[in-house]
Every structure is written in C-alpha cells, then in structure tokens.
C-alpha cells in the first residue's frame, strides 16, 4: 500500500499545491463558466488520480472496519475463555 501512495506521488506534478479545510466545500458543484478547459492530457491525468484516491479511500475504511471487527472478534473469544474455565 505504501508503494502504491509513493508511486502516486511521484507522478503528481510538483507544482500542485494547496491546502483546503474540509475534503467538501460548499461550491463543489458550483460550475465556473470562465474556467479554462483541460486538455485531454490533463484531464486523463486528473481522473486517473481521482480514480487512485477514492480506491485508496475505500481500502482504507474497508481496513479500518475489518479490525475494528477482529478486535471485538478477539475479545470475544478472549471472553468465552474466561467464562469457560
């Protein structure tokens, strides 16, 4: 996984930089109609990387649950143990 953010990274142009305060802001579907158009190259390139990061971010909570769920499993058989005895 780690490779797979380091190769991302690698390709991101170094001049992208910024910062936001929330992942949504309010004028998210806002459309500028003076906005200048991607080239195709660039367009490909920026879904391509969206495309990485939403796969990232479900691997990511996908990961988080499933030891969420291994710990409450463990506790659980730790549990049964206990009381078997």
């Known amino acids: 996984m780690f ?3 380091s190769n991302m990274l690698k390709e991101l142009p170094l001049d992208m930089v910024g910062v936001s ?3 949504a802001p309010l004028h998210l579907f806002a459309v500028d109609e003076k906005a200048k158009v991607l080239d195709e190259t660039t367009a490909q390139f920026f879904h391509h990387n ?3 990061l939403l796969f990232f971010a ?3 909570i996908l ?3 499933l030891q ?3 710990y409450i499993l463990e506790r659980s058989v730790l549990m049964l143990m206990i009381t078997r005895n």
Request: net charge positive.
């Open 3 to 5: 490779d797979f953010i």
């Open 21 to 23: 305060a929330t992942p």
């Open 50 to 52: 969206v495309a990485k």
């Open 58 to 60: 479900n691997v990511l």
């Open 63 to 65: 990961t988080s649950r």
């Open 68 to 70: 969420l769920h291994f």
